[in-house]
């Protein structure tokens, strides 16, 4: 059992930086691959950016290309998203999440361990 642990959430002006850590315990996530979603009020959860075992290939969702970097130690078993250029609409739960695979997925269903979510609100 995977257990993770989201931090680093807050109130932000728009244009401004935050940077999540999700850490996982319980076992090793070293081989899987790890995600960031996140959902917004009375929308659907959607995804944020993925990102391999090795980390050496991520996937973005289009509306956070440029702007957010996903990123993951191993050694500290921890995976983290730098935001950057916030914007109001980035405001939502963010969620970090885990697959048994290796790999990449942007589909939530394809991930078996999710975080409780830390809260972004960005103001304008």
């Known amino acids: 059992q995977v257990q993770l642990v989201e931090s680093g959430g807050g109130l932000v002006q728009a244009g401004g930086s935050l940077r999540l850590s999700c850490a996982a315990s319980?076992?090793?996530?070293?081989?899987?691959?790890l995600g960031w979603f996140r959902q917004a009020p009375g929308k659907e959860r959607e995804f944020v950016a993925s990102?391999?075992?090795?980390?050496?290939?991520?996937d973005y969702a289009d509306s956070v290309k440029g702007r957010f970097t996903i990123s993951r130690d191993n050694v500290k078993n921890t995976v983290y998203l730098q935001m950057n250029s916030l914007k109001p609409e980035d405001t939502a739960i963010y969620y970090c999440?885990?697959?048994?695979?290796?790999?990449?997925?942007?589909?939530?269903?394809?991930?078996?361990?999710w975080g409780q979510g830390t809260q972004v609100t960005v103001s304008s």
């Open positions: 999440a885990a697959k048994r695979g290796g790999g990449l997925s942007a589909i939530a269903i394809n991930y078996v361990y």
């Open positions: 990102i391999s075992w090795s980390g050496g290939i991520t």
């Open positions: 319980g076992r090793t996530v070293s081989t899987s691959g």
